[in-house]
């Protein structure tokens, strides 16, 4: 397997498979290069188990039979990611490899130690500036295992933001940590549920959902306070078709940044983007 190093001198191939490894699930997205504005959406996408998953059927899917693929990977999972390599390693020789790190991104990152920082937060934060208004902050909303909120300056940098439990997270720790209250399947959360719970599934059912609501609009208005006007707000994840619609006309579902952020890294380490 060809390993790619930080410059990259010849360009991607059309078409390139970006992974986002997570903390629970690998991500997938199959990117072709088209040179057009805004953040690219994957032609198709795939979801496994970090434990592992039928890779095989993805290569097949893409039909590149003994041809070469370019994988970019991001990942917040050091032993899922090792394993997705090995993987590739044994099966894909003729492949081409990038495990990306934050100094590959293009991107400015205005923290004492990037390099600490969730890559994921950060190839969010390279889609978000695609589509970003010059002169304007953005807030971005990531709904996954945990909820991550960051902000973006006005001038594009990467400056921080806050983590803290996902809505699945939530539910389960209710659940495991205490002695009675059951636990709550998803299903349960993907509509508004009433604010004053009546029996104690309705209430963490609440608890949970408005809370989250709450934490997320009580982030965005702090870090923003202050700031000469409104800042765009982009929601990605599961969760964020919903939780946009509740957080205002400002709020714009924006999904797969986290591989739509990976592609076009890959792009700007092959110099296709300005």
Not at 99 to 116: N, Y
Not at 178 to 202: C, R, V
């Amino acid at each position: 397997m060809q390993k790619r190093t930080r410059n990259v001198s010849q360009p991607a191939n059309s078409t390139l498979l970006a992974v986002d490894v997570g903390n629970n699930r690998v991500k997938i997205g199959r990117f072709e290069w088209t040179g057009a504005a805004g953040i690219p959406q994957p032609g198709r996408t795939w979801v496994l188990p970090c434990g592992g998953g039928p890779l095989d059927a993805v290569v097949g899917q893409c039909h590149a039979g003994s041809a070469s693929l370019d994988w970019w990977i991001g990942s917040v999972n050091r032993s899922a990611a090792s394993r997705l390599i090995d993987w590739l390693g044994a099966h894909r020789p003729q492949d081409r490899l990038t495990l990306l790190a934050s100094g590959d991104l293009p991107i400015r990152v205005e923290l004492p130690r990037p390099d600490m920082v969730g890559i994921d937060r950060l190839l969010d934060a390279v889609a978000v500036n695609r589509v970003r208004a010059p002169g304007r902050q953005a807030v971005l909303v990531d709904l996954g295992t945990a909820i991550t909120v960051d902000l973006i300056s006005a001038e594009g940098a990467f400056l921080g933001g806050a983590i803290l439990p996902g809505v699945e997270m939530s539910a389960r720790a209710l659940h495991e940590y205490t002695d009675m209250l059951p636990e709550i399947a998803m299903s349960e959360l993907a509509d508004p549920p009433e604010p004053i719970g009546k029996a104690t599934l309705p209430a963490m059912r609440s608890g949970i959902y408005w809370g989250t609501i709450g934490a997320v609009r009580e982030l965005i208005r702090r870090m923003t306070a202050g700031a000469p006007q409104d800042p765009e707000i982009y929601l990605t994840g599961g969760a964020a078709p919903i939780i946009a619609g509740l957080l205002g006309p400002a709020a714009r579902h924006a999904p797969h940044l986290t591989l739509a952020g990976t592609a076009l890294t890959a792009w700007a380490m092959a110099g296709r983007l300005a």
